[in-house]
């Protein structure tokens, strides 16, 4: 059934998006489109609890746009209970918009197996094999300080197989990137050895704190 819903009254968990973050560029480039006089198809959300199940850029960019009261298209659905709910949003989100990446199928395989979906299952909706769900898991998966398996970022995957430290589950969570740390560290050679970069107070700052930190561990 399709109605019109009030920002307000739809819930946003975490624990059914199968994506590790909502994407900045994805929200802006969707408010452009409504700016300019766009349609969107309206977001799938649960009858019951009016849990967003997909629509999670378009709802953060109707958010920004028209505020709490603002209203938005939503397609509501029965499910069963939450494992119903996560195989739907990782179908939907399979199927359209930004690809999933590797950070992102394992997030769902890891929240699979906390819903007590059998892996069998949740590989058929994310499109992988078992051998490579079962690499994911071995290679880019970790546990925190609980016990709880977690996915890893690209920048810490070295952590595979690893219990993290609570500061490194935090890194991950909060401020590790999707990329090698050999990537960052390429980038910020190439942009001091060919001056691409204006060396303001605040990197000269950072490359003060990185020198200390490379002092650290290389002595």
Do not use: W
Request: with cysteine; proline share 1%.
């Amino acid at each position: 059934m399709n109605k019109s819903m009030s920002v307000s009254e739809l819930l946003l968990d975490e624990t059914l998006y199968p994506r590790h973050k909502v994407s900045a560029y994805n929200v802006n480039r969707i408010m452009e489109a409504l700016q300019a006089g766009a349609t969107m198809p309206p977001i799938v959300v649960d009858e019951k609890t009016h849990k967003v199940i997909d629509g999670y850029h378009r709802i953060t960019a109707a958010r920004r746009m028209y505020g709490e009261n603002a209203t938005i298209d939503v397609e509501l659905r029965k499910y069963k209970n939450e494992r119903e709910m996560f195989r739907d949003a990782v179908r939907l989100n399979s199927a359209h918009g930004v690809n999933l990446g590797k950070q992102d199928r394992t997030r769902c395989l890891v929240f699979a197996k906390n819903l007590g979906i059998e892996l069998e299952v949740i590989i058929v909706d994310l499109n992988l094999t078992l051998e490579t769900a079962q690499e994911m898991l071995e290679e880019r998966t970790a546990t925190d300080v609980s016990g709880q398996t977690i996915a890893l970022k690209g920048s810490t995957t070295d952590l595979a197989g690893t219990q993290l430290t609570k500061e490194q589950a935090e890194f991950n969570a909060d401020r590790a990137s999707g990329m090698k740390l050999t990537f960052h560290i390429n980038q910020v050679i190439g942009q001091l050895e060919t001056k691409s970069t204006k060396l303001t107070e605040k990197i000269i700052e950072r490359l003060d704190l990185l020198y200390e930190r490379l002092q650290e561990v290389l002595t």
